[in-house]
């Protein structure tokens, strides 16, 4: 099983990114798919799920800002981030069926 992320990069606040979420060796379409984060020195956190279904879960702090989306056919999952700010300054990590990924870094940063 691989996931992998990608498109993190370094940002000016009030800016967008989108993350990409590469799964391949499980059904990719039959499971709920995670981002979570980790800031430094601070401990992994909940940013957003999606269900196989396409409903979807937020942490409070980035509901507005932030969707998550998939493309079953491409097992391919995304994280769209708008409006950035610094405290969204993270590593962001991937998961399906408890698979994670190694993590990409976002740095909100002018």
């Known amino acids: 099983v691989q996931v992998t992320e990608s498109g993190g990069g370094l940002v000016q606040p009030g800016g967008s990114l989108r993350l990409s979420c590469s799964v391949s060796g499980i059904i990719f379409s039959i499971n709920a798919m995670d981002w979570h984060r980790q800031a430094p020195g601070k401990q992994r956190e909940f940013v957003a799920r999606?269900?196989?279904?396409?409903?979807?879960d937020y942490a409070d702090s980035v509901k507005g800002r932030l969707t998550i989306s998939r493309d079953n056919a491409k097992n391919t999952g995304y994280l769209q981030m708008n409006s950035l700010k610094p405290e969204d300054t993270a590593v962001y990590y991937c998961s399906s069926a408890n698979f994670w990924g190694q993590g990409t870094q976002v740095t909100v940063s002018s």
């Open positions: 999606i269900f196989s279904s396409g409903s979807t």
